[in-house]
């Protein structure tokens, strides 16, 4: 049975994809179950181009051609779905996964017998001084030779199992590309969604910044106040429209980033929903000890290091086998046909049969069987060291993103609480204006400080999601056994 199967990709794809989206994405993302279902584009097996079309534009129109209709904004369930369905980072990653299955059962092949058939035709003439010595036929027929490899001192076996474990290397790497895409999905997603709500807030700020701009020029019209009120609203109204401006080129950049990681060219339409935030509890510097340990035995990058040591490790038992002699043992079978020439003969012919016991040792090669040696055992010290960094290097990911993750809380706090003041402010100043006790400066300053901090709160909210994103993705796996911390990490 193929060891890598379409029904163990779908497993893969499942079981990776389930637990983050049951840990990670329905607490992040409003979950409410879609009116109309969605169009996606055909089965990615079958909406392959064609070998032939290998052109960029032969491409780009195959990209063009994966139409998505969105009846409604996107979740980010829903993207991660389509992302997973159509990126090409999976299909490259699946891909990869299918050569080394080949390549298990190429290193099996030495375990069969070896069987050739051959023919052959041979028109033969030699003139001697002896005219009976003449020869002056031709001869032709089929033959066929079996070899079987009794021994190689372990050669064949280490090669089965070397490319066995680095099929589970690729798979974890297929893995990790999944666990990759979707942080990618996520990270795009919260851009997306943090851009939008920039814009919303920029038109209504332009709009505000409008209406204090009119009143300014009808008090200074009225002699109520002097020219600095106008330059000042003048001033605020200018930097709203800037911002305005931005925020909606920020929106197309945002989207045709977030349709590149799904697999799709930039000029589709993205709407995506708003998130639940409800702000997650801390997370104490036990529980991510424990999420380093539990990162170290479970995150497919580090999973698929570990299987390719191990690889390398068989790889030096297959080199070392070549050090030693191979047995084989092996048969043969030819028929042959005779026409003569010049002679008064008949057509003949005979079969020929034979069978061996066959010890091949190469006692010297300029040392290159020994030198290959040495380079597989150079190859497995340096698996070791990449493991290694690997290791400190998730452990390190795990803890900044911890501490980054705590951070980017604390100043969403922080910048929600900044809010909160700056537009209670706001709505006092306003009030007090609107009764003649405060000057339209004191209220152009207020609502510029309303709409800095509007802005604050939009960004730290976005770093808030894309560092509990970013926590998630270093971890690779959030475990069953940490429910309660997952539970912590996940509180959206």
Known sequence: MSIVSARFRLVVVQLISSALFILLVPMLVSCSTPKAPLNYSENWKSSKFSKNSETKNQIWDYLQEKKIT??????????IDIALFNSPSTHLAWEAT?????????AKSKFYPQLTISASAQREKAEANQPTADINDFKYGPASQITYLLLDFGGRKADVEEASLRLLAANFQFNQSIQDLLLEVEKSYYVLYSNQSELKA???NLKETRLLLNAAQQKFQAGLVSKLNILEAQYNYDNSAYNFQKASSNIKIAKANLAQVLGFPPNINLEVTTPLREIPTDISSQD???LIKTSLTSKPNIMSLKKTLQAQKEAVKAASSDLWPEITIGGSAAKNWYKYYNLQKEYNNDSEYAGYLNVTWNIFDGFYNLNKKQAQEA???AEYQKLSQAELTASLNIWTNYYAFKTAR???TSAKASFNNAKAI??????????GLKDILDLIKTKSQLSEASSNLIQSENNLFISLANLAHATGSITKRKKELSTTLLNY
Do not use: D, G, M
């Open 379 to 381: 190859t497995l010290e």
């Open 202 to 204: 920029a038109r209504i």
């Open 410 to 412: 604390k100043e969403y």
């Open 70 to 79: 969105i009846s409604k904004p996107l979740n980010l369930i829903e993207l």
């Open 426 to 435: 706001y709505n006092s100043i306003s009030e007090n204006y609107q009764a």
């Open 98 to 106: 299918r050569v080394k299955e080949a390549e298990i059962y190429q």
């Open 288 to 290: 991510i000890h424990q």
